[in-house]
RNA sequence: GGGGCGGUAGUUCAAUUGGUUAGAGCACCGGCCUGUCACGCCGGAAGUUGCGGGUUCGAGUCCCGUCCGCCCCGCCA
């Protein structure tokens, strides 16, 4: 490089600096040699700048350019030129200009990229991984990866201004059964035995709020050994926060702050509040789903109390076993003819582990054409066709099922087929809080269980519940959703012991059990543990929502694969048999498989 | 753990019913070209058809197994 630096970013020249000389540095986007005069579109983290060799400008710049080949780095010193107007390219940002090369240098050559660095390359997802570097040369990844950036900095700055205090955690933490499978990592001092990798640092900053920081936050890498999905990965970002002595209000006045001004101050959009809320209740019912994206205009119908009594066994069998039957009614749904029903009910089985699609179609005569209308009775026809408005064009799908499956299976039609028929309004941003989440869920052997966590305080009056119907207390859990993706969750806390004692013994720890594995915890609760609660987000489902992506990969530098590789340094390895023996660690041999 | 889609040149794809030497665009290499911007023109090289086995005179194609990528269910909040 020598004593020459740059002096403008590539795709910061501008046509304020023709005339002046410059300096840029970058990657070589492409190559146009046309013998006598040279083309290049010179990249970096800014954009292309065209930077023109010419042999009567400068013989050898003109012969080393002649070398150049894609991703080669350079630096050239020349004078910006404004382009003659049949030569301004109006697709590039600087493309009313040039940079005449007086001088170049051939910083380093490169190998020919494994795939073409464009916007849309259209290449196998797990090449880009294996050349992850090349494909962070790319400009959406860029963008996306900016994009993060600025929600550190902004969620930061906003909760610094609102005295949070930004407090790290350990990494090297307890195992405990709750929620996700652990990532472990064995001691070698206590041989035999295992740190886990964080879930969340929920409990951490529950005794960080016990020991009086008053407001805690981090941005804080989490880690999860379950199954991964386009929007979950092993190790994601949280950007948790915590504070004592507040109500569910002063939370979600906090989180209206953060997340108005993220979206304000990140990507210029302003977000009406108070938001919206929703109670999960309505969520369900309405949607079939507790995070909706509210801007799809399609709305589910319970029709269980219809056919309470019917004679129409599919349905009633259902209902009798404690189901629901459910109805998606779409009107004006000519579009969706005979063959597309079928896709949809193959779709739903096998993909949603629906037991079939059950539809009612009305024609233009107003006469129903469906496989199950013969079963109704004139009351119910009556009941269906005046809860949901049905009228000619109307297309119905019931799902009559347990109501978990029901709504599920449900709310994915409303959202696919509002998003292919355009039943979506203008908004862009449908940002609101689902609230009033029960507390507990029964699970699959009916024994109660937490819903979110068990440390979520239940809503003051509903305290007395817990020695009587536990069922019914209702929790003080909050999510934040912002366009159908949940963007997080939080609660208060059981700040009070003998509280907390109760519902751990509600969900089935017997009195020793809490305290083995919840016994620092409730000894901090009892060491004068102050009101609190808080909420943690997803900062890369945050980032993915900002920067309008679906999956989280592209909003992450080095990423995973679905089976948890890293294509690119290629983890997770074998490691050495020294290695393993200091830990104490034997290999067991491979489970056999078949034959 | 289960379901679905996919895997052929660096890359994106094609290859009839199982049938000749597995083709094409881009990229790459060589040559030509002074206003291109997906530059153009001429020429060239490039393949363990993911891997292993089987059926067959013959397999990219059919069968079995296995690995890998993506999407979904379960799982996960």
């Known amino acids: 490089m020598g004593t020459l630096r740059r002096s403008h970013a590539c795709?910061?020249?501008?046509?304020a600096d023709v005339g002046s000389e410059v300096v840029v540095a970058g990657w070589v986007q492409r190559r146009r040699d046309h013998g006598g005069v040279i083309f290049v579109d010179l990249r970096d983290h800014q954009g292309l700048v065209q930077v023109v060799f010419r042999p009567?400008?400068?013989?050898?710049?003109?012969?080393?350019?002649?070398?150049?080949?894609?991703?080669?780095?350079?630096?050239?010193?020349?004078?910006?030129?404004?382009?003659?107007?049949?030569?301004?390219?109006?697709?590039?940002?600087?493309?009313?200009?040039?940079?005449?090369?007086?001088?170049?240098?051939?910083?380093?050559?490169?190998?020919?990229?494994?795939?073409?660095?464009?916007?849309?390359?259209?290449?196998?997802?797990?090449?880009?991984?294996?050349?992850?570097?090349?494909?962070?040369?790319?400009?959406?990844?860029?963008?996306?990866?900016?994009?993060?950036?600025?929600?550190?900095?902004?969620?930061?700055?906003?909760?610094?201004?609102?005295?949070?205090?930004?407090?790290?955690?350990?990494?090297?933490?307890?195992?405990?059964?709750?929620?996700?499978?652990?990532?472990?990592?064995?001691?070698?001092?206590?041989?035999?035995?295992?740190?886990?990798?964080?879930?969340?640092?929920?409990?951490?900053?529950?005794?960080?709020?016990?020991?009086?920081?008053?407001?805690?936050?981090?941005?804080?890498?989490?880690?999860?050994?379950?199954?991964?999905?386009?929007d979950r990965q092993l190790e994601f970002t949280q950007i948790d926060l915590e504070m004592s002595f507040v109500g569910v209000e002063d939370v979600l006045g906090v989180l209206e702050k953060l997340t108005a001004g993220v979206f304000e101050q990140v990507i210029g959009v302003e977000i009406r509040r108070p938001f919206l809320r929703i109670s999960y209740a309505?969520?369900?019912?309405?949607?079939?789903?507790?995070?909706?994206?509210?801007?799809?205009?399609?709305?589910?119908?319970?029709?269980?109390?219809?056919?309470?009594?019917?004679?129409?066994?599919?349905?009633?069998?259902?209902?009798?076993?404690?189901?629901?039957?459910?109805?998606?009614?779409?009107?004006?749904a000519q579009e969706l003819g005979r063959g597309a029903v079928d896709r949809l009910e193959k779709f739903v089985k096998k993909e949603l582990g629906a037991k079939g699609l059950a539809w009612i179609r009305v024609a233009e005569d107003g006469s129903w054409q469906s496989p199950i209308v013969k079963f109704f009775s004139d009351a119910e026809r009556a009941t269906i066709e005046q809860r949901t408005a049905a009228r000619p064009g109307s297309l119905l799908f019931f799902q009559a099922d347990q109501a978990a499956r029901a709504n599920a299976v449900l709310s994915r039609l409303r959202t696919d087929l509002g998003r292919q028929l355009g039943r979506v309004d203008e908004r862009p941003w449908d940002v609101l809080f689902v609230v009033d989440f029960p507390i507990f869920r029964r699970d699959d052997d009916g024994e109660l269980t937490y819903v979110h966590q068990p440390f979520v305080a239940p809503i003051d009056e509903d305290i007395p519940l817990l020695a009587t119907a536990p069922e019914r207390v209702r929790g003080t859990h909050y999510d934040v959703v912002v366009n159908g993706v949940e963007l997080g969750s939080g609660s208060l806390r059981n700040h009070r012991a003998d509280v907390q004692r109760r519902i751990l013994e509600i969900i089935g720890y017997s009195k020793q059990a809490a305290e083995a594995r919840f016994g620092f915890l409730l000894n901090a609760?009892?060491?004068?543990?102050?009101?609190?609660?808080?909420?943690?987000?997803?900062?890369?489902?945050?980032?993915?929502?900002?920067?309008?992506?679906?999956?989280?990969?592209?909003?992450?530098?080095?990423?995973?694969?679905?089976?948890?590789?890293?294509?690119?340094?290629?983890?997770?390895?074998?490691?050495?048999?020294?290695?393993?023996?200091e830990l104490q660690l034997r290999l067991a041999p491979p489970p056999k498989r078949g034959g």
């Open 11 to 15: 795709g910061a020249v501008s046509a």
């Open 56 to 230: 009567e400008e400068s013989a050898e710049s003109h012969e080393r350019a002649g070398e150049f080949r894609s991703e080669y780095v350079i630096l050239a010193r020349g004078t910006v030129q404004r382009r003659t107007p049949d030569t301004v390219n109006p697709k590039m940002a600087t493309g009313e200009i040039e940079v005449v090369a007086q001088e170049v240098r051939l910083l380093n050559r490169a190998t020919p990229p494994p795939f073409p660095l464009e916007d849309n390359p259209g290449v196998d997802e797990s090449t880009r991984m294996r050349y992850r570097i090349h494909d962070l040369r790319r400009s959406p990844l860029q963008r996306n990866l900016r994009i993060r950036h600025e929600l550190y900095q902004v969620a930061r700055r906003i909760l610094c201004e609102q005295n949070f205090l930004e407090i790290e955690t350990p990494m090297l933490t307890k195992s405990t059964p709750e929620g996700a499978r652990d990532f472990l990592v064995p001691s070698r001092l206590q041989p035999g035995e295992f740190y886990a990798l964080p879930q969340s640092p929920q409990l951490m900053k529950q005794l960080l709020m016990v020991a009086g920081l008053d407001r805690y936050f981090q941005i804080v890498r989490c880690f999860r050994d379950e199954d991964q999905r386009a």
């Open 282 to 332: 309505d969520a369900m019912a309405r949607f079939g789903s507790d995070s909706p994206d509210t801007r799809i205009q399609l709305e589910l119908v319970d029709l269980s109390e219809a056919f309470r009594e019917s004679d129409f066994r599919a349905f009633r069998s259902v209902i009798d076993a404690g189901g629901i039957v459910k109805c998606l009614p779409i009107h004006d």
């Open 525 to 581: 609760l009892d060491a004068g543990a102050p009101p609190h609660g808080g909420f943690a987000y997803g900062l890369d489902r945050w980032v993915m929502v900002l920067a309008g992506v679906d999956n989280l990969r592209e909003v992450i530098a080095f990423p995973k694969t679905q089976r948890g590789q890293d294509l690119l340094m290629d983890a997770p390895t074998v490691v050495d048999q020294e290695q393993l023996d």
